[in-house]
């Protein structure tokens, strides 16, 4: 069928024509729990957050130490042979060694909770920086363990990208003034990749398949009976995965046109019929955070004294606006029926600003909580409301993604404005957020560091990013990620559609005409 032949059908009468029906393909998911917490009065703040960064190294180090080893064995200068040193304070001047720690960043620019406290003086607070970096070339690298802190220095530090928080492992040699002369540096590069289907084969082992299958049109998730049956015959070919972020939904009649269009596209609604198979393929729908637009900002303590208590009951209209939450329960409740959501908050959105996010409350989807999973079970629902970062298996690839925060932070400690390097860098340095907890809010953790990454995904996407780009990278074992930075959809109208099969990655884009 041509495409004016598609447009005909749009405008004839109605006929007594029969047109096949569609359905949605299906979507295999089954999500991980990496990033949740305890729950209530089992969640504390009150630990220590430098037990983070010794976590972080023990877990690391013997992996940059591996890699590092057998890049080093044997290595020589001027024939002497470099030596493996197991603390920073064990370095020696003049001898060649290599040592392993976490890099920290000293740099003025940086946020200071000493500065943080004076704000409460200033007549007005300063702007956030975009950049952290020092233009009088103050900033400092340094490595650190339990034993101490050794200042890092040379020509090969220059090239490479490093932020507080990372583990690495540098070669050279102690100069006169106690900085350590870089020669060459290690990360811990890509963790071991599952294969397709992995998980789901060792669910097969251990009987417990059979669940988080779901069929496109059912209006719910259907979970098998288990019984080791394998999920992979669920699999369709062709099916897709929509990727967005930043939807920002403000509430205004204006600002949800675009966002309008999409939920028409994802339904198929005033789309010819060539793209209407097109869109069936669509087998689950991501939200990468942001979803409402920025809040009102928090008053001032002058301005809360000053301030006269308008109600006594309810809530003052003045200071909630309860439009934006409301128009995304729609949209959600719209788009369910027909496709499952899984939705991860972001920095603009109602939910805890450390990370990791936990999902937002199912109390603001009145209407949407209606096809999420029944409270304690253990089988996904149709709509996930989930946590950020998140990781899970689609289809049987590992998929990982977050709304933004890591690389947003990342960037403000670098020169270059590549994002795809830094998704590359988190990837290679093994942590999804390295730079929590030193600039970025995150939670105290004191037995694991959940942003250490253990297991390499096939897909990592980061949301609300200025535009959209993508690329393949490779490990030394033969790893093959697909990066994915998904644009702001408030501000380009652009969505992400991944197919499964090939991990190829296509752009759809959104516009208003202008005085529309």
């Known amino acids: 069928m041509t495409m004016n032949e598609d447009l005909d059908d ?133 490595l650190e363990d339990e034993s101490g802190r050794l200042r890092l220095t040379g020509t090969t530090l220059q090239t490479e990208m490093l932020v507080t928080g990372c583990i690495i492992a540098v070669m050279g040699t102690e100069n006169a003034n106690g900085d350590f002369e870089v020669v060459d540096m290690k990360v811990p590069d890509l963790a071991r990749q599952p294969e397709r289907w992995e998980r789901d084969d060792i669910d097969v082992s251990l009987g417990k398949a059979g669940k988080g299958v779901e069929k496109g049109g059912k209006g719910k998730g259907k979970g098998g009976a288990g019984g080791g049956v394998s999920k992979r015959s669920e699999s369709q070919p062709g099916s897709k995965v929509a990727i967005v972020s930043g939807l920002s939904i403000s509430g205004t009649s204006a600002s949800n046109l675009t966002t309008d269009l999409l939920m028409e596209y994802l339904l198929g609604e005033a789309l010819t019929p060539t793209t209407q198979d097109s869109v069936a393929q669509i087998s689950r729908l991501i939200i990468a955070g942001n979803s409402l637009a920025e809040s009102s900002p928090i008053p001032s303590r002058e301005e809360l004294v000053g301030k006269k208590a308008s109600k006594k009951y309810g809530y003052d209209s003045s200071t909630y606006n309860p439009a934006p939450t409301a128009h995304l329960d729609l949209l959600l409740t719209t788009l369910l029926p027909s496709l499952p959501i899984t939705l991860l908050p972001g920095e603009s959105d109602p939910a805890n600003v450390s990370l990791p996010q936990q999902p937002i409350h199912p109390a603001m989807f009145p209407h949407s909580r209606a096809y999420a999973a029944i409270p304690g079970s253990t089988e996904p629902g149709w709509f996930e409301s989930v946590t950020n970062p998140w990781e899970g298996d689609v289809d049987g690839w590992r998929i990982m993604g977050n709304g933004g925060q890591p690389v947003d932070d990342v960037f403000k400690y670098v020169e270059g404005e590549d994002r795809l390097e830094m998704m590359e860098r988190l990837l290679r340095w093994r942590c999804g957020a390295p730079t929590a907890p030193d600039t970025l809010w995150c939670y105290p953790f004191q037995e694991k560091d959940q942003f250490v990454i253990e297991e390499c995904p096939h897909v990592f996407f980061v949301g609300n990013q200025p535009k959209f780009d993508t690329t393949v990278i490779e490990g030394p074992a033969g790893q093959s990620v697909r990066l994915i930075a998904v644009p702001k959809f408030r501000e380009t109208g652009e969505i992400v559609l991944l197919d499964m099969d090939s991990l190829e990655t296509e752009i759809v884009k959104f516009d208003v005409f202008a005085g529309t």
Not at 79 to 99: I, M, N, P, T, Y
Request: charge should be neutral.
């Open 10 to 142: 749009l405008l004839r009468v109605p006929s007594d024509r029969t047109y096949p029906l569609i359905h949605r393909h299906t979507s295999v998911y089954n999500p991980l729990r990496t990033f949740d917490l305890l729950k209530g009065d089992q969640k504390h703040y009150q630990q220590q957050y430098g037990d983070m960064y010794f976590l972080r190294l023990a877990k690391l180090k013997p992996a940059v130490e591996e890699i590092a080893s057998d890049a080093w064995e044997g290595f020589q200068i001027a024939g002497e042979v470099a030596r493996r040193v197991d603390r920073v304070l064990d370095v020696r001047q003049g001898e060649l060694c290599w040592v392993a720690g976490t890099v920290y960043m000293e740099m003025p620019l940086k946020p200071n909770i000493l500065d943080d406290i004076s704000k409460d003086h200033w007549i007005s607070a300063p702007p956030p920086r975009q950049k952290y970096l020092s233009p009088t070339g103050q900033d400092q690298l340094m």
